[in-house]
Structure formats: C-alpha cells, structure tokens
C-alpha cells in the first residue's frame, strides 16, 4: 500500500461509495419477502457504479499514480460488490448447484458469468500484487476492459428489463464518452499543431 | 498541516468509520437474520401436525386480524352460523397445542415461497390441515379426532377467496387496520420490526393477486362464498392439479372441473402409485407436488427443515391407520356372522382389484391392483382425468426442476408418461374403509352403502360439516341447507357425477343381492 501511496481522500472516495451501495443492496433487500433474490439482484446493480468509474478511469488518457490508485481502489470495490452477487446467485439461488445455473442460465450465459468472475478476479490480484508494467498484463487487462463491460451490456440492456436497464444505459454513455475524450487526446497527441485551431475557408 | 486540511482529514475518517459501521452493521445483520429462523426438529407425527411444509401463507398478526376485520369473508353464512373456524370447517386447536391454532395451521419464522428468515412469526398450512377429520354423530357430539382421514368439511377453496377478497381491499385491509385489530385481540404490541414485516407482506401479497387477478379472476366473495355454482368445489374438495397447471404451466386452468375430495391418507406403505388416477409414483414427489400446488417453492423445499419435514410426514403416513370401527363407534356392535359372510361376498366381487388383508399387517394384492380402468370403463366422473393440458403437465413438472435438483422427479414416476397414458383410476388397498367416506375420487357418494349400490346414491344433497352415519358409514346429507350444511352438491353438473364404479351391481339392478350386501357392509366395516 505504502509503494502506492494510496491516499486518504482516494480510499475514502471508493469505499464510502462502497459501502453505501453494499449497504443498499443488502438491507434493501429486507423490503422483500424473497430476500436472496433481491439481494442477487440488488448487489449486482450495486456492482456498475464502481465498475463504471473504474472503467472510465481505465478509459480516460493521463496515467498518473492518484489515478490508478483511485481506478484500483473501485476496481477492486466493485468485484467485491460483484462477489456479494455471485454469493447470492450461485451459492443460494442456484443453491451451488454448477449444473442448475448451466441448465438455468443455458451454456453461454452462465459460462460467460462464470468467465467474468474468475478473469475479474484473477485480474484484481494481479493489480494487487504485480506494480512493474508487464505488457502481458496490459493486454489481459485491456481484453477484460473490452469483455466485462460487453457482457455487462448484454445483462442490463439486452437481458433483463427494468431499473437495471438505466444502469447499463449509462454505463454504456459513460463508455462512450471516455472513448471520445480519449480519442480526442490521441488525436491532439498526434496533430498538436491543429488540433485546437479552428479550421478556415 | 492548515486547520482546513485537519478538518477534512478528520471528516474523511469520519466517514470512513460511519461506512464502516455501516458494513459491519449490515453483516451483522445478514448473521442475525439465521438466527430468526429457529429450526425444530419433530418426530414423524409432529412433522404431520405442526412442521413447516413450506407452504407459509400470511404473518401471524394478519391471520389473527382478518377474521375480526372481514366477518364478511370469514363469517359468510352470518354470525348465527358460527365464526369462521366453524364455517369454512377447519378443526378448532387446543388451548397450549400448537400456539392453539386450529389443526393444520403451523407457525415459522419463514416468509412464504422464498423461506427467507423473518423476524416476525408466519402462519402456514401442512398436510394435517387437508389429511385429517373429525366424526361426529350429531352436531352436539364433541367427536372424534381421525388422523390420515380427509377432511370431510373444510371448505378450503372458499376460505382462500375469501382470504384473497380481503387481502385486495385496499379501504379495509390497511397495515395500520391490522395491527390495532391485532393488538387488541391479542394484547401483544407489534415491534416496528414486526409492523415492517407486515407491511412488506401486505404490499408484496397484494401485488401477487391483482397481477393473477387478470388471468384468474376476481375472487368471489360473502355469500358467493357458498355458492355452489360460484365454488363448486365445496368442502372436502380440491382441484390441486388446477392449481399445478396455474403454479408450474402459469395457464388460467378455468375449464378444469377435476374436483378431487382430499384424500385419506392411511397406509401408504401399500400405495404404489399415489393420486386417484395413479398419476404420481414417488412418495416424495407426492408431498412435493402437493406441497407446490399451495405455494411451497424449489427454494423453501429445499431447506434442511423444510425437507425433512416433508420426508418426515410422508413416514408418518406409511403405517398410520385409523382407529378399527368399533373402537370409534363402541355402541355398534358388529355382526360377527355378517362379517363373515360378507368377506366372501368381498373375496367374490372386490378382492381382484382391491386386495385383502393378510397376516401381521401385510396387504394381498389383487389381480389388478395398480393397475389404472379407463373411466368409461368404470362409469365413473372422467373431469379428474380430461382436463386441458392432462397430457403435457408430466412433462411440465418434470422440466420445472432443473437437472440435478434433488427434488426432480424422475419422468418415469409421473403418468401419463413412459409408465401409462390411461385415462382412468388405479386400484388401490381398501385400509380403513369407512374412513374414507364420502366416497369415489370426486366425493359423490355419500356412505359406503351407497358406495355399494346397497342403497341408491342421492344425487341432490347438502354438504358441509355433515355428521356420520355408522350404520351406512358415510355422511348423513340433507336434502335441505342449513347454516352447516350449505353447500349444494348437484351430481348432474361436470365434475360431481356419482354414477359408475358399480361393483357388486347397480342398484336394484341384474344380480342385486341385498342381504349379500348388508354382509358386505358390515365386512367392510372391519378393514
């Protein structure tokens, strides 16, 4: 942690966040009488705003070390949400039956979730544990950046109807918008000259 | 470090702490909430009587509410009539047995379909509610408690609208309503714990039912209540299997006239095919479907308690018999002779489909026991067996279950399917025949005399809490209502017919032999 310098006011602006979702999703949860469904369901809304924050930071241009301890900081807050999902959704909905949430969900669903999870959390140790900038790391942290957010957008857009639906809508804006700030950046990175000059005749 | 920079600090770890607190107040939270739940272990008869089937229906403070804030529903026949134990025919409890709930209601810390943990207490109905019966001989006989026999006056289709009519009153039933009505019948305050239980329940209940409300319909109400041809199931009737078509296919089931009396339950051990139409063969997936049919869910099946409760009251039933006729009816002696001679008339005309008693308890099975007669063979009601969808809800329950759940029937235990596609009704062991009265799957036949064409069968009658008749063994029906007796059973409309199944002989028709079936009776009487 000392290596990083991780902040106070960047721990902060994650884990209040954090723990206020966490809170939400569980104790919410209690206004229903199906409580693990609704916490499988809440925990998992509770998982894309740290996620879209930690996208974005992903995103965005400037690799300064305050953002990457911000970006690790929800990165991490997030999976932790997701795991609360993945606990109410495996272990208790598909009462930890592999091949109920295989029949359930079908091959390609479940595998995919089953696939986010692990990669997510392989990926989470290693931004843990590894500090040097390993190229093969960048690349598998570039192809999780472009798999999760897809396969979020699938669940919340495509799949399933409702609340969760805002949320994929903005993940998916939020995305775009960091894709064009970055792309303007590469941009004024390549053509410094005209990149700000307002273009004549 | 500047007085701005400290107070920022100091408000950074102060929030860290809160949300802290916060996390940790929520897993201890998530800890308690098991500690709601406080599983009982029950022996087999306990299980039966007061376990929790999964089948949680309302919190304990609306259960105790709904009677004193809807008489309208709970009291249709008016107050002469009785209250509403009375009338829609449950057994009343025991002060100190069961929190004195009447029989077949049981209290958890469940809140229905999910079994998630609830800190306040839920009232459900298990197997006993259905499965057991009093006989009373005249209506100031105090009666006789028959455990397995089905309950030959509970009205349960009735009270569930009238529970739904009252429950879909948004002017009446109000949380606040329920709590000062329960408050003030019980003398207990509510906890804002419980009052937010019941709220939830409430809100999460009534939402259910108008979302059914377009597919089921409105349910009836008051005096409709009673009304044969609004509820022509009536008491000691069923329709589960319309109730598995709505649960499992989540199709309307409208046209379903399959009315079933609720079966007695003794001896199981002999059944090997269960359902009057041999349709299910797996003990445990008898219990689960009928368990399912009233609300228990995959998920609260499931739990540890829960099943083995189930597993449990399916023991009980294995060797549960009821108590030998004259041990019930002391002044009816019977006829030793008669007895005698009528198990030959039984052995002659009964013994290939039935079977007989053997030795220590065993049953000798007939030629064609368990196997499945077409109905238009029998001549019987063939509603039970005809209903839209018959042929393809196997396959539905089957698939409900995912692969690999322990609750999964095999394909090959439910018919139709690869075990039989008959229309028809199994031949089953006759255990404690006259405690099964009225008689034939739909409950059209009064007694076991009129079972056996020794008398002719009424076919316009009243049911209700009719008394028993140990001379005829079965009910004694009027021919006109009264406050017990209301509910008006025409054997011409589908689903009641109580013709057929007329073994020895038809009544007074070729080969009628009445002092043949006066033995017969009376050897019925001892099995």
């Given at each position: 942690?000392?290596?990083?310098?991780?902040?106070?006011?960047?721990?902060?602006?994650?884990?209040?966040?954090?723990?206020?979702?966490?809170?939400?999703?569980?104790?919410?949860?209690?206004?229903?009488?199906?409580?693990?469904?609704?916490?499988?369901?809440?925990?998992?809304?509770?998982?894309?705003?740290?996620?879209?924050?930690?996208?974005?930071?992903?995103?965005?241009?400037?690799?300064?070390?305050?953002?990457?301890?911000?970006?690790?900081?929800?990165?991490?807050?997030?999976?932790?949400?997701?795991?609360?999902?993945?606990?109410?959704?495996?272990?208790?909905?598909?009462?930890?039956?592999?091949?109920?949430?295989?029949?359930?969900?079908?091959?390609?669903?479940?595998?995919?979730?089953?696939?986010?999870?692990?990669?997510?959390?392989?990926?989470?140790?290693?931004?843990?544990?590894?500090?040097?900038?390993?190229?093969?790391?960048?690349?598998?942290?570039?192809?999780?950046?472009?798999?999760?957010?897809?396969?979020?957008?699938?669940?919340?857009?495509?799949?399933?109807?409702?609340?969760?639906?805002?949320?994929?809508?903005?993940?998916?804006?939020?995305?775009?918008?960091?894709?064009?700030?970055?792309?303007?950046?590469?941009?004024?990175a390549r053509h410094p000259a005209n990149a700000l000059e307002p273009q004549h005749g | 470090m500047t007085l701005r920079q400290k107070l920022g600090r100091g408000a950074m770890i102060a929030a860290d702490l809160v949300t802290a607190a916060l996390v940790v107040a929520t897993l201890l939270l998530v800890f308690q909430e098991s500690k709601w739940v406080h599983p009982k272990s029950m022996n087999a008869e306990d299980s039966f009587r007061f376990g929790t089937t999964g089948t949680e229906l309302m919190p304990l403070p609306v259960f105790v509410a709904l009677p004193v804030l809807f008489p309208d529903q709970f009291q249709p026949g008016g107050p002469e009539a009785g209250?509403?134990?009375?009338?829609?025919?449950?057994?009343?409890?025991?002060?100190?047995?069961?929190?004195?709930?009447?029989?077949?209601?049981?209290?958890?810390?469940?809140?229905?379909?999910?079994?998630?943990?609830?800190?306040?207490?839920?009232?459900?109905?298990?197997?006993?509610?259905?499965?057991?019966?009093?006989?009373?001989?005249?209506?100031?006989?105090?009666?006789?408690?028959?455990?397995?026999?089905?309950?030959?006056?509970?009205?349960?289709?009735?009270?569930?609208?009238?529970?739904?009519?009252?429950?879909?009153?948004?002017?009446?039933?109000?949380?606040?309503?329920?709590?000062?009505?329960?408050?003030?019948?019980?003398?207990?305050?509510?906890?804002?714990?419980?009052?937010?239980?019941?709220?939830?329940?409430?809100?999460?209940?009534?939402?259910?039912?108008?979302?059914?409300?377009?597919?089921?319909?409105?349910?009836?109400?008051?005096?409709?209540?009673?009304?044969?041809?609004?509820?022509?199931?009536?008491?000691?009737?069923?329709?589960?299997?319309?109730?598995?078509?709505?649960?499992?296919?989540?199709?309307?089931?409208?046209?379903?006239?399959?009315?079933?009396?609720?079966?007695?339950?003794?001896?199981?051990?002999?059944?090997?095919?269960?359902?009057?139409?041999?349709?299910?063969?797996?003990?445990?997936?008898?219990?689960?479907?009928?368990?399912?049919?009233?609300?228990?869910?995959?998920?609260?099946?499931?739990?540890?308690?829960?099943?083995?409760?189930?597993?449990?009251?399916?023991?009980?039933?294995?060797?549960?018999?009821?108590?030998?006729?004259?041990?019930?009816?002391?002044?009816?002696?019977?006829?030793?002779?008669?007895?005698?001679?009528?198990?030959?008339?039984?052995?002659?005309?009964?013994?290939?489909?039935?079977?007989?008693?053997?030795?220590?308890?065993?049953?000798?099975?007939?030629?064609?026991?368990?196997?499945?007669?077409?109905?238009?063979?029998?001549?019987?009601?063939?509603?039970?067996?005809?209903?839209?969808?018959?042929?393809?809800?196997?396959?539905?329950?089957?698939?409900?279950?995912?692969?690999?759940?322990?609750?999964?029937?095999?394909?090959?235990?439910?018919?139709?399917?690869?075990?039989?596609?008959?229309?028809?009704?199994?031949?089953?062991?006759?255990?404690?025949?006259?405690?099964?009265?009225?008689?034939?799957?739909?409950?059209?036949?009064?007694?076991?005399?009129?079972?056996?064409?020794?008398?002719?069968?009424?076919?316009?009658?009243?049911?209700?809490?009719?008394?028993?008749?140990?001379?005829?063994?079965?009910?004694?029906?009027?021919?006109?209502?009264?406050?017990?007796?209301?509910?008006?059973?025409?054997?011409?409309?589908?689903?009641?017919?109580?013709?057929?199944?007329?073994?020895?002989?038809?009544?007074?028709?070729?080969?009628?032999?009445?002092?043949?079936?006066?033995?017969?009776?009376?050897?019925?009487?001892?099995?």
């Amino acid at each position: 942690m000392n290596k990083r310098n991780i902040t106070l006011g960047q721990f902060t602006a994650a884990f209040v966040p954090f723990g206020l979702l966490f809170t939400a999703a569980l104790v919410g949860a209690e206004t229903s009488l199906d409580l693990p469904h609704e916490r499988m369901v809440y925990s998992v809304w509770a998982t894309m705003p740290p996620m879209i924050v930690a996208l974005c930071l992903f995103i965005l241009p400037s690799r300064s070390q305050a953002r990457k301890n911000v970006w690790l900081l929800f990165w991490t807050f997030a999976f932790l949400l997701y795991m609360v999902h993945f606990y109410y959704a495996v272990m208790v909905h598909y009462h930890a039956s592999i091949s109920e949430v295989f029949h359930e969900q079908g091959a390609k669903i479940a595998g995919s979730n089953f696939l986010d999870t692990i990669w997510w959390g392989v990926d989470v140790i290693l931004a843990w544990i590894v500090q040097r900038d390993l190229k093969w790391i960048r690349v598998e942290r570039l192809l999780l950046n472009i798999y999760l957010p897809l396969t979020f957008f699938v669940a919340s857009v495509v799949i399933f109807k409702g609340f969760v639906n805002l949320l994929g809508y903005m993940m998916t804006a939020a995305i775009v918008i960091c894709l064009l700030v970055r792309l303007r950046a590469w941009w004024m990175a390549r053509h410094p000259a005209n990149a700000l000059e307002p273009q004549h005749g | 470090m500047t007085l701005r920079q400290k107070l920022g600090r100091g408000a950074m770890i102060a929030a860290d702490l809160v949300t802290a607190a916060l996390v940790v107040a929520t897993l201890l939270l998530v800890f308690q909430e098991s500690k709601w739940v406080h599983p009982k272990s029950m022996n087999a008869e306990d299980s039966f009587r007061f376990g929790t089937t999964g089948t949680e229906l309302m919190p304990l403070p609306v259960f105790v509410a709904l009677p004193v804030l809807f008489p309208d529903q709970f009291q249709p026949g008016g107050p002469e009539a009785g209250d509403w134990i009375q009338q829609y025919g449950f057994i009343r409890g025991q002060a100190g047995v069961n929190d004195g709930l009447p029989s077949g209601f049981f209290l958890s810390n469940h809140r229905p379909m999910s079994g998630s943990p609830s800190p306040v207490q839920f009232v459900g109905i298990n197997c006993s509610l259905c499965h057991q019966s009093m006989i009373r001989r005249s209506d100031s006989d105090p009666g006789v408690l028959m455990r397995g026999m089905g309950n030959t006056s509970l009205d349960f289709i009735a009270w569930v609208d009238g529970f739904k009519t009252a429950v879909l009153d948004k002017h009446r039933m109000t949380p606040n309503a329920i709590f000062a009505a329960y408050e003030k019948q019980s003398g207990q305050k509510l906890s804002p714990a419980d009052k937010l239980m019941v709220w939830l329940w409430l809100v999460q209940a009534r939402k259910t039912l108008e979302n059914n409300e377009p597919k089921f319909d409105a349910p009836y109400s008051g005096a409709d209540l009673r009304n044969s041809e609004f509820m022509p199931n009536g008491p000691s009737r069923t329709q589960p299997f319309r109730n598995l078509v709505r649960n499992i296919m989540d199709r309307p089931a409208l046209l379903d006239h399959g009315y079933c009396k609720l079966p007695a339950l003794f001896e199981q051990q002999f059944r090997t095919w269960g359902q009057f139409d041999g349709s299910v063969h797996d003990k445990l997936t008898r219990s689960v479907l009928a368990a399912i049919a009233v609300g228990a869910t995959m998920q609260n099946l499931s739990m540890p308690e829960i099943s083995n409760n189930v597993e449990q009251s399916i023991q009980y039933t294995l060797d549960l018999q009821a108590p030998k006729f004259a041990t019930v009816f002391p002044d009816m002696k019977l006829d030793p002779n008669k007895v005698a001679r009528g198990a030959k008339v039984y052995l002659t005309y009964c013994d290939s489909c039935h079977g007989h008693p053997g030795d220590n308890g065993t049953w000798v099975r007939g030629a064609q026991e368990d196997v499945v007669i077409p109905y238009q063979k029998l001549g019987v009601d063939g509603e039970r067996v005809s209903f839209r969808y018959y042929e393809t809800l196997g396959d539905a329950l089957v698939n409900w279950f995912p692969p690999g759940q322990s609750l999964r029937p095999r394909r090959e235990d439910i018919r139709p399917g690869p075990m039989g596609r008959t229309r028809g009704y199994i031949c089953v062991p006759i255990t404690s025949a006259y405690a099964h009265a009225p008689y034939l799957h739909n409950g059209s036949v009064p007694t076991l005399a009129a079972l056996i064409n020794l008398k002719p069968r009424p076919n316009l009658y009243y049911r209700g809490d009719n008394n028993y008749d140990p001379v005829d063994a079965g009910l004694i029906v009027p021919d006109n209502p009264d406050a017990k007796r209301y509910f008006r059973f025409d054997t011409s409309i589908p689903g009641n017919s109580n013709k057929g199944h007329d073994y020895p002989w038809t009544y007074k028709g070729p080969g009628w032999n009445e002092a043949q079936l006066q033995d017969l009776l009376e050897y019925l009487k001892t099995l």
